[in-house]
Each structure stands twice: as structure tokens, then as C-alpha cells.
């Protein structure tokens, strides 16, 4: 439903583009920067893989060690980019760099997936955060449907930092008392693949609109959730597949 959603208002938002009325013909060729602004949703898949005892032997999970996490946030970006224009003027290729602001974060609060006793009070939980940064490069291809609109599509990379945070605390299921209240960390730059799909209007020779739909995969992080550790806390190992979906709207200034 959510993929549907922002699939809906992308084809809203591009219509309204479309529909705008056209004026003499311009070039899009040449440098241009601008300004976005979005609505983003960002999926954080838990599976933790092998779980331990605190000698270090393999032992099956004692709770689901699958977990669903997701968040959504307002984005902010700004993007750079240089337009070729070929084909008698009716297509366009283009590279863009863009940086993404937004936040997105999401937490089990109950247990670490695979160990730990949800009904138990206190009881472990877990925290899963990206970064508030992501920069991207993608190549355009666009085709011109009047004097003044293009629609596009778009293939490039983006890499974004992920953190995991795992607390256990005194709980006896999963650490040991005695050690008090324990939290493990980890993170990783990933870098993963994207494909937009947008529409743009030339209002001016100058001032461009647009709106774009952009899916991007991170594909999967492995970490330590929490390591085993002698006569102190049982240990999982798990991973995070982190995949994001786009809805923006923009402005920029052609030079």
C-alpha cells in the first residue's frame, strides 16, 4: 500500500507538470542547480543469522529473529547537474549529484530478535538509525514531450550510513546481572543502487519544475547485534537490508 501511495501522488504531482501551460521553446541543455523537498519512507529489515551461547556455541533462537522496522520523514535536498542535449533536440542525457537530508529510525523495544523473553520485565531491545546525509550520482535519460516538458528516467548510486544500537540490560535472559546494563553498537556506510522516474517544466529559459519518484537499495549490513561473551551475555549475529522510496518535488536554475 505504501509503494502504491507514493506511486499515486508521483503521478499526481507530474500531471500537474504536464499540465502546465507551455511556453516558446527552450533548451535544456547546460549546468542547473536546484532545491527538493519530499516525503520518504525507509524500510529496515531485522534477521538475525546465527545466535550463541556465551562460550560461543551455535544455539537455535529462543524468540523470532526476524523483525519488520520502518520509518517515514520529510526530506530536504540540493542537486547539481549538466544536461546533453542529441537526437534534433527530443532527447536528453544527463548526470546528477544530489545530497539527501532526512531521518529515519525505528526500534524494537521489547527484545534483540532471536534472544531475549518479550513477556520478561526488563527485557532487552534494539534501535536501528540512518544517517541524516545520503549523496547520490545517477545518469539521465529524458525525452522531450512538447517545446518546454521533459519526462525522465534515471540509474545511479547512493550511499547512506546505517547504525545499529542493542541494549541489554540486567534482565537474566539475555546478560548477565552482575555486568549491569550493557549496549553494543554498530554502523556501516552503505552503498547501494537507484532508479528514479520524474517529469520536468521549463517555466523560463532559466527556471525548471519537477517531480520524481526514486527507489533505492541499500542491500544488506551485517553486524554483530551482540557478542557472546563468557558468563556475561549470550551473542547474535545479525543483518539489515535497508531499502528507500522517494517522493519529491523541485526547483532549479538552468545557467
Not at 509503494?3 to 501522488?9: D, V
Not at 549546468?31 to 556465551?54: C, H, I, N, P
Not at 531521518?103 to 534472544?115: C, F, H, Q, T, V
Request: aromatic share 10%; with cysteine.
Amino acid at each position: 500500500m505504501k509503494n502504491l501511495h507514493l506511486l499515486a501522488m508521483t503521478g499526481a504531482l507530474s500531471l500537474a507538470v504536464l499540465s502546465t501551460p507551455a511556453l516558446a521553446e527552450t533548451n535544456p541543455g547546460g549546468f542547473y542547480a536546484g532545491v527538493s523537498l519530499g516525503y520518504q519512507s525507509t524500510d529496515m529489515d531485522w534477521k538475525t543469522e546465527r545466535t550463541f551461547e556465551s562460550n560461543g556455541n551455535l544455539i537455535a533462537p529462543f524468540s523470532d529473529p526476524t523483525e519488520s522496522l520502518d520509518d517515514s520523514d520529510t526530506s530536504y535536498g540540493l542537486f547539481t547537474g549538466y544536461n546533453w542535449v542529441v537526437g534534433q533536440g527530443k532527447w536528453v542525457l544527463g548526470a546528477e549529484f544530489s545530497a539527501l537530508m532526512s531521518d529515519a529510525s525505528d526500534e524494537i523495544r521489547n527484545r534483540i530478535p532471536g534472544l531475549g523473553d518479550p513477556d520478561s520485565n526488563p527485557t532487552s531491545f534494539s534501535e536501528v538509525e540512518t544517517d541524516d546525509l545520503a549523496l547520490g550520482l545517477s545518469f539521465r535519460g529524458g525525452y522531450m514531450v512538447n517545446n518546454n516538458t521533459m519526462v525522465y528516467s534515471s540509474l545511479g548510486v547512493s550511499q547512506l550510513e546505517v547504525e545499529t544500537t542493542s541494549t541489554c540490560p540486567a534482565d537474566t535472559n539475555v546478560c548477565n546481572p552482575a555486568d549491569g546494563l550493557q549496549r553494543f553498537s554498530d554502523d556501516e556506510r552503505m552503498t547501494g543502487w537507484t532508479l528514479g522516474f520524474g517529469a520536468e517544466h521549463f517555466l523560463s529559459d532559466n527556471l525548471v519544475l519537477r517531480a520524481e519518484y526514486r527507489h533505492a537499495d541499500y542491500g544488506d549490513f551485517d553486524f554483530t547485534a551482540i557478542p557472546a561473551q563468557s558468563g556475561s551475555s549470550f551473542g547474535a549475529d545479525a543483518t539489515i537490508e535497508v531499502v528507500r522510496q522517494t517522493l519529491e518535488v523541485g526547483a532549479a536554475y538552468k545557467f
